[in-house]
């Protein structure tokens, strides 16, 4: 085991943490994305805490390995973690798309850490790319992640930068896919299946990396893994459950964009106590 | 006869002189950089030039995440793909950021002539003009496209900047360019034409006709669209008897719909809107295609006239 198991345990913890912002932020707000945001949590979390080499209190810091979150709406998670690791202070969370507020319904660039807006889905792992070759061009040696929902990927913007990060050779690059299995409309299956996802990805040219994505070791073996991949980029397959950690919205389609009621709300931070 | 200029050649040209000196400056391309002449700026300098082939989307925002870095990004394709194509990605990911990106786009208006309707933007100006930050010139020669890529090159935020496929005369000097500040290029108080890009020179022959007749024209060069020269607008409203806006652009959104804005709001007037109304393009020489689209010299002098009766 690479990982002791404090470093696991202490990732787990903060993952709940983050959950737990997210439920109340959401709640708050009265209208949100809490599905994909609790899918991703746990991946994000540890690259937050343990992979992603940034300095919240230098955010401009030249060297700094850049994340972008290209499924803007799961931002909860991204405003958590920005607020957990030190770029603003926790109660700027429960401003969440209130007039006038740093935090967006969607990412913006007016929120500290945040380099560049999304929300409209598909063109996110473009701009990865465009950071990768930044750094390129730069001759810098940071690394770039983004994240990325499963039916986000029926944008053909993704396959157009898929093919171009593979030409690019662009090895600083790493996306990170959530494949909770729902989109709005229903399963991904259903609606517009994805699969065969691993093999697609492998004929683009890109390492693929399967994980379960809510096991913080394998989370973790897999940033590792794609980071020591040279001549092309990498994605982190991740299976996930949409809602993870709060039983009433696990595979819920439902809860992809409805905020939990006061009841749901006090609820789930009972399971995530 | 005037010296003739392709403005892409200007374009490459001056890529090439901006990239020596300024190094966060990098080019994109989609399969068109021989056309667009994007290749000058590929061969002088291969590390910052990046081709994504038949993919516009990608392109639009890949040059924003290339700009979230501190690089001014240059990209070219024809107009039609760089304006509609990928109009999603120039609002959210390089307007909305408010980021360094100058989307040079070529092979504007009917002027393309044979290659026919699909390839003829004629709606370019109006859907980048909607977008909040978006800066949009549109130069009518060579000398002009070199000062409008220097500008864009030395000013924050994203810009839009229309040139045409054939060779243009040379109508005025290098360095008179002056963003955001139309251009007056003959005095007069019988009525204004206001043109851009290919249409000033239709113009020019225009008011010399008139001039014959006696007719006093002020010829308006509006090359910059977005921000707008209001006052150079009203003052023609409020001198002259009345307007035509003349472009190879429908009449609808694009420069005639900016002075309709700002003459309504501020001194209204009689203005005729010379443009593309309400029809697509087609093929056709340019020459021929301006007489079938009623936007010749000719046609402007029959508007001036009508305007006077």
């Known amino acids: 085991m690479k990982y002791t198991k404090d470093n696991l345990r202490d990732l787990e913890a903060k993952a709940k943490n983050i959950r737990r912002l997210i439920i109340r932020m959401i709640a708050k707000a009265g209208s949100g994305h809490p599905g994909g945001s609790l899918s991703s949590t746990d991946l994000i979390t540890a690259l937050f805490f343990s992979v992603l080499r940034h300095d919240p209190k230098n955010p401009k810091w030249p060297e700094r390995d850049r994340f972008h979150m290209s499924k803007g709406h799961c931002c909860p998670l991204w405003y958590a973690l920005l607020s957990a690791t030190g770029y603003f202070p926790e109660d700027k969370l429960f401003t969440l798309r209130q007039l006038g507020s740093l935090l967006q319904g969607h990412p913006d660039r007016r929120t500290p850490g945040i380099e560049s807006a999304s929300g409209s889905l598909g063109q996110g792992l473009s701009v990865a790319l465009g950071i990768s070759l930044a750094a390129r061009i730069d001759k810098k040696g940071y690394r770039v992640y983004v994240l990325m929902g499963d039916g986000e990927i029926q944008e053909g913007n993704i396959w157009e930068a898929a093919m171009a990060g593979a030409h690019y050779k662009c090895d600083n690059l790493c996306a990170i896919l959530d494949y909770n299995g729902f989109q709005i409309d229903g399963k991904t299956c ?84 | 006869m005037a010296e003739q200029l392709f403005q892409r050649d200007v374009y490459g040209q001056t890529l090439v002189e901006l990239g020596r000196d300024n190094k966060d400056i990098v080019v994109l391309d989609a399969d068109l950089s021989s056309s667009t002449r994007t290749n000058l700026f590929a061969k002088e300098f291969p590390g910052r030039f990046f081709n994504f082939g038949v993919a516009e989307q990608n392109m639009m925002a890949t040059a924003a995440g290339l700009a979230s870095c501190g690089k001014t990004v240059f ?76 500008v864009a090159a030395n000013t924050k935020g994203p810009f839009y900047i229309r040139l045409g496929r054939p060779k243009v005369p040379t109508l005025t000097s290098k360095n008179v360019f002056e963003f955001g500040k139309a251009q007056v290029l003959t005095e007069g108080n019988d009525l204004t034409i206001i043109a851009c890009g290919i249409m000033v020179n239709q113009a020019m022959l225009a008011v010399e006709n008139l001039a014959k007749k006696g007719i006093k024209v002020r010829l308006i060069n509006l090359h910059t669209l977005r921000p707008i020269d209001a006052e150079t607008i009203i003052n023609a409203a409020s001198q002259t008897r009345g307007i035509i806006v003349c472009e190879e ?33 087609q093929s056709g020489d340019p020459s021929e295609l301006l007489k079938e689209y009623n936007l010749t010299s000719l046609d402007i002098e029959n508007s001036a006239q009508e305007l006077l009766r």
Not at chain 1, 217 to 240: D, F, M, N, Q, R
Not at chain 2, 141 to 149: C, E
């Open chain 2, 249 to 281: 652009h429908t009449i609808i959104g694009g420069l005639a719909s900016s002075i309709d804005e700002v003459v309504s709001e501020n001194h209204p007037t009689k203005v005729i809107r010379m443009g593309i109304k309400n029809r697509f393009g």
């Open chain 2, 75 to 150: 990209l070219s394709t024809f107009a039609i793909f760089a304006s509609g194509r990928a109009w999603d990605q120039v609002r959210n990911s390089i307007c909305y950021n408010n980021f360094n990106v100058k989307i040079v786009a070529t092979h504007a208006g009917i002027s393309v002539g044979p290659d026919g309707a699909s390839h003829q933007a004629l709606e370019d100006l109006a859907l980048m003009r909607v977008i909040p930050n978006m800066n949009i010139i549109v130069p009518c020669d060579g000398p002009q496209t070199a000062d409008a890529i220097r």
């Open chain 1, 190 to 273: 259903n609606v517009m299946s994805l699969e065969p996802i691993v093999d697609k990805w492998r004929s683009f040219g890109w390492h693929t990396i399967e994980i379960n994505g809510h096991n913080m070791e394998e989370i973790l073996s897999a940033y590792e893994e794609a980071g020591a991949v040279k001549g092309k980029p990498s994605i982190i397959i991740a299976h996930t459950i949409k809602g993870k950690g709060v039983s009433f919205m696990e595979n819920i389609c439902d809860f992809h964009g409805r905020a939990p009621t006061q009841e749901e709300s006090q609820q789930a931070l009972k399971e995530l106590a």
